[in-house]
């Protein structure tokens, strides 16, 4: 006898086996990575989803904690075909429900489909398809979490130390660890600051580059991240990566729109439109950008011609709509951090303030 039930919102329930007990809601999303289960599972932008893997072995390398994006798990609930007991035991410990043995193939298909959609789960010896209906009714959609940014920036400002070469302001509507990690890398002082930060705030740091994060969400909500970029346009070179991407244009009198399943895993392939070059790339977003505004389009995805890239000469900015420090995934696109980097060496510029 099933003790789990996921409720979809095309009014199907789902049978499947408890491996983490809870009841919850989210918007049902997929990834197709076969690795990286762990930096997935800790990344900041699967805020509010119930996050579906469609490889159907997850955990066949167990849980190392260094190998996390941020300092929790993030999606609401889990779902895989088959989860090892590693992974099992540590969503436990985290208190995020999690669920297999069911089809995980006709779940993935139906959000292709018909779209991410809302759902319902409910795990453990008490679980019954009613009570999953129950969760399913209360689900709201990713437009409706006004303050999501709340929810995975970090409070307090702090520093991630590079050797000082340059200073990056990194607004953190959702960051991936790894992302302040591969400027460090390169030398830079980042200094991380929560995703609401005034400019007052900002031009104190005096940064060579404000540099905007990845994160979850409808970047429609994320209006003080908007301003201020807008209020820094012109005076330092602007960078972006995802959700950062889609904010920027914003800024620069761009459209956003929520897609249909959206791209998630690392294998989307991305196709540079000066060098014709595609690379491999990973990604994790619901949202794109739908009019570059000011910016113009300088990489799309091979699969549906998204923008991947936007630029500006004339501003100094530089935005990717995937993830360049790749963790998990390939390497192919590392390179974006020196462009930034490079926008940030530039001598001529002048001291930042906030007017």
Excluded at 54 to 75: A, K, Q, T, W
Excluded at 300 to 306: A, F, I, S
């Amino acid at each position: 006898m099933a003790d789990a039930y996921v409720a979809l919102a095309d009014g199907r329930v789902f049978e499947a086996r408890a491996r983490a007990p809870g009841r919850t809601r989210g918007e049902l999303v997929f990834t197709t990575a076969y690795t990286g289960y762990e930096e997935s599972l800790t990344d900041p932008s699967y805020e509010e989803q119930v996050l579906t893997f469609s490889y159907p072995l997850i955990g066949n390398y167990g849980v190392r904690d260094e190998r996390f994006e941020s300092d929790r798990v993030h999606p609401n609930a889990a779902i895989a075909r088959e989860f090892t007991d590693d992974v099992a035991e540590w969503l436990t410990e985290e208190g995020i429900p999690a669920v297999d043995h069911l089809d995980t193939r006709d779940l993935v298909t139906t959000v292709r489909e018909e779209g991410a959609m809302a759902c319902g789960i409910v795990a453990g010896p008490e679980a019954t398809p009613e009570a999953a209906r129950e969760e399913l009714s209360e689900c709201k959609g990713m437009s409706e979490h006004l303050d999501i940014g709340k929810q995975v920036s970090t409070d307090e400002p702090y520093t991630v130390e590079g050797g000082g070469e340059y200073d990056v302001a990194l607004v953190d509507c959702g960051m991936k660890g790894s992302i302040a990690s591969s400027l460090a890398e390169r030398g830079a002082d980042v200094h991380v600051l929560p995703y609401d930060v005034d400019a007052e705030t900002v031009a104190e740091y005096d940064p060579d580059v404000l540099f905007v994060s990845n994160g979850p969400g409808d970047p429609a909500n994320f209006e003080s991240t908007t301003e201020l970029v807008e209020t820094f346009t012109g005076e330092i070179p602007l960078a972006g990566i995802c959700l950062g991407q889609q904010i920027v244009a914003r800024a620069f009198g761009g459209e956003t729109e929520k897609m249909a399943f959206g791209h998630r895993g690392v294998n989307q392939p991305v196709r540079d439109l000066d060098t014709d070059q595609v690379v491999m790339t990973t990604q994790n977003h619901g949202y794109s950008v739908a009019d570059p505004g000011d910016l113009e389009v300088t990489q799309v995805n091979v699969n549906d011609d998204t923008a991947e890239g936007l630029e500006s000469d004339e501003y100094d900015v530089v935005t990717r709509q995937y993830h360049p420090e790749a963790n998990p995934g390939p390497h192919d696109s590392l390179g974006f951090f020196d462009e930034v980097l490079a926008l940030a060496g530039d001598d001529s510029r002048t001291a930042v303030t906030a007017d």
